[in-house]
Each structure stands twice: as C-alpha cells, then as structure tokens.
C-alpha cells in the first residue's frame, strides 16, 4: 500500500520569511510522481508544485521549490517570501492507481 | 466548463435520507475521482471513472455509497440512509490523462460539497 505522511500538522512563519513543510512517502512504483497541493478556506484544491521521480533536479515554481531526497523517499516543500495568501492547509501527494494524499499540514502566515 | 463544478456547495440533510452529490468535470477530461475530506484528516479516495467505467470500487466506504457517470461526464454520488459519520467534504477531480496511472499530471478539483448530516 501506498502511504504519504506528513508529520507537522500546523505550523507558523512570518510574512517574508522561508518555511519548509515536510513529506514522506512509500510506493513499490518505480516511476511516481509527486505533488504539493494547496487548500485555502475556499476549499479547492490547487496544484503548487509536481516532481517527477526519475528527474534528479528539484522542481521549482516561483517561491515555492522542493527537496526530493529519492532515496530517502523524503519529498519537502519550501516556501521563500511567504506572503499572508499562503496561509492555506497544504497536501503532499504521490500518484499511483488515484492519488494518495497525507493528511495535511496547516500553515498560517502572519504579519 | 472552465473549472469542476461540484453541487450543491454545502448540503444539510436528516439521518437516514438519501442525497445527491453532484460533480461536473472539465469537458474532455476522460479521468473523474471523488474524494472525501473529514474534518483533520486528510482525503480519502472513493472511487474513480474511466469514461463512463468505475474499475474499482473497494474506496466506497460502504454498500449505502454508489457512484455513476453518463455521457462521459458528469458524475452522482449517491449516498443512502445517511449516517453522521457520513459528514465530511465530498470533493471530485478530474484529469486529462487516462490509462492504469491516471495520476501523473495531477488533478484539477471543484470547490467540493460539505454534507452535514443531522
């Protein structure tokens, strides 16, 4: 079974300030991807960030880029300049049959 | 249309009625998921559409949970004699690619129906 475990249920940072949420995961695929997903009080789901695991180079979208360690099956999530419309629940994700979600980090951003 | 649409936005209904969850997916998106979001927790999977065909169904949580899509596209999950426990946010995705590992681009996902069940 596919698992995806995030160990940091809430977390704060200030506006302009760098902050890192982490992700682990365990799949048997040996081609998978991987996905941060945004939650805002609105509740859709937005898409961040994709990686794909067979490319070795981090993703990058903006202020918001990853740490892939493969090997380690460790997939984090860092977000530069955090800006007060960051304040959202955040869900890292893996692919396979549908994709299998952790359970969240909720991160406020404050002035 | 633009986006997924999913009605009603938020659903209050008795314990032991039925309902009627609804999910429009973005038009050529042959791929359609539901999900279930309880309070704290993370989402949990139902079931997914290919075209009009649910390969697998062992995400439903129990027999009173069914699902359908027509037409390729829009999409109803059923739930009979509502129970509390059943109170949560039912979101549905939907994704261009098809094949055994729909998942590989991600999902686009509507704004989900919140049930409450009283």
């Known amino acids: 079974a596919q698992t995806v475990t995030q160990s940091q249920p809430e977390m704060s940072v200030q506006e302009a300030e760098t902050v890192t949420l982490s992700c682990t995961y365990d799949?048997?695929?040996?081609?998978?991807?991987l996905f941060w997903y945004k939650q805002p009080p609105s509740r859709q789901m937005i898409l961040v960030i994709r990686q794909e695991a067979y490319k070795q180079q981090n993703a990058t979208e903006n202020r918001f880029s990853v740490n892939f360690q493969k090997a380690a099956k460790s997939f984090s999530l860092k977000i530069s300049d955090s800006q007060l419309g960051d304040t959202a629940m955040y869900f890292c994700a893996s692919s396979g049959y549908a994709l299998n979600f952790g359970k969240g980090t909720s991160l406020l951003v404050t002035p | 249309g633009a986006g997924v649409s999913q009605s009603p936005s938020n659903k209050v209904t008795e314990k032991g009625k039925d309902v009627e969850l609804r999910c429009d997916p973005i038009s050529g998106h042959t791929a359609l998921y539901w999900y279930r979001q309880s309070l704290g927790q993370g989402l949990e999977f139902l079931i997914y559409?290919?075209?009009?065909?649910?390969?697998?169904k062992s995400g439903l949580p129990s027999d009173r949970f069914s699902a359908e899509r027509t037409g390729g596209s829009v999409s109803t999950l059923t739930i009979q004699r509502t129970q509390q426990e059943d109170s949560a946010v039912y979101l549905c995705a939907s994704s261009l690619v098809t094949g055994t590992d729909t998942s590989n681009y991600g999902y686009t996902f509507g704004s989900g129906t919140r049930l409450t069940v009283v």
């Open positions: 799949t048997s695929e040996n081609n998978y991807y």
């Open positions: 559409f290919q075209g009009n065909s649910a390969p697998d």
